[in-house]
């Protein structure tokens, strides 16, 4: 299960990203916004996190203008490792280095065809583990320690 949502910046894209999981028979839930009414994106980080750290959901997708404050918003939710990319080596990387488990997008920053080159990257590639492993922990022991 993958969760989506976006502010009322990130929307345009954010229904780019849930017909392309529809088209691919790609489980989701959608946390909102519903329209390009002016929203706060950290309320929709928060309840589309909430779902991933519960386990409902697996990997989030996140969009605002930039994909920039959303992103911010879902890292300080514990568990949650968001990564904000604009380029395809990013995406790929933030899986298989570190186990990213929410993507933030830009609706402002990149176009929507390379977006969904991006969302289908950052959900097929796989968690390398090993000495990745490792670092991941360190980043949840700062979580712990503070
Ligand atoms: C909304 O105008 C905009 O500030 C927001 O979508 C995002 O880009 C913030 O980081």
């Not at 954010?14 to 916004?33: H, M, Q, S």
């Not at 929709?44 to 203008?65: D, H, N, P, R, Y």
């Not at 949650?80 to 604009?86: K, M, Q, T, V």
């Not at 402002?108 to 922990?137: C, K, S, Y």
Request: charged share 25%.
């Amino acid at each position: 299960m993958i969760v989506i949502g976006s502010d009322h910046a990130g929307y345009p894209l954010k229904e780019k990203i849930r017909e392309y999981l529809e088209e691919n028979a790609i489980p989701f839930t959608d946390c909102g916004v519903f329209s390009e009414a002016s929203a706060d994106y950290a309320l929709i980080a928060e309840e589309a996190c909430k779902k991933i750290v519960s386990g409902e959901a697996e990997k989030g997708i996140l969009c605002c203008g930039t994909g920039i404050g959303i992103s911010m918003a879902a890292n300080k939710v514990r568990g949650i490792r968001a990564a904000c990319c604009s380029d395809y080596y990013s995406a790929k990387l933030t899986r298989m280095h570190n186990d990213a488990n929410v993507l933030c997008l830009g609706a402002r920053v990149i176009g929507w065809g390379h977006a969904l080159e991006l969302v289908n990257v950052f959900l097929t590639t796989e968690f390398e583990g090993g000495r990745h492993q490792r670092r991941i922990d360190q980043i949840t022991d700062i979580e712990n320690r503070r």
